[in-house]
Nanobody, 124 residues
């Protein structure tokens, strides 16, 4: 099983650049993908960015071109660099792992593992 600790949440003004990190430890043999989600009060948790174990990335339309997700080759640290931050980026950001030990992956076939979240606040 994989364990992780999130860090980097902060308070900043419009246009600031912030970086979130998710340090992972433990077994990673079934780690299919890692990513960041965010949630605001009264709303469901939503995908921000994701990177698969093959290095394929996916971004929410609202952050594409502003946020960059990356991982080191050993998948020990997941980083989300956020530039040109907007007040609407204010949310709790959660590190996510999809854990899948099967042969052929399909959406929903893995197990979601979540971090505790880190707060990002962008003021106007």
């Amino acid at each position: 099983q994989v364990y992780f600790v999130e860090s980097g949440g902060d308070l900043g003004q419009v246009g600031v650049t912030l970086s979130l990190s998710c340090s992972m430890s433990g077994g990673k043999h079934c780690l299919y993908s890692t990513g960041w989600y965010r949630q605001t009060p009264g709303h469901e948790r939503a995908l921000v960015a994701q990177i698969s174990r093959h290095g394929v990335t996916k971004y929410a339309d609202s952050v594409a071109g502003r946020f960059t997700i990356s991982s080191d080759s050993g998948m020990n640290t997941l980083t989300l660099q956020m530039t040109a931050l907007k007040p609407e980026d204010t949310a709790v950001y959660f590190c996510n792992v999809i854990w899948f030990c099967g042969v052929v992956y399909s959406p929903g076939s893995g197990e979601d593992i979540w971090g505790k979240g880190t707060m990002v606040t962008v003021s106007s």
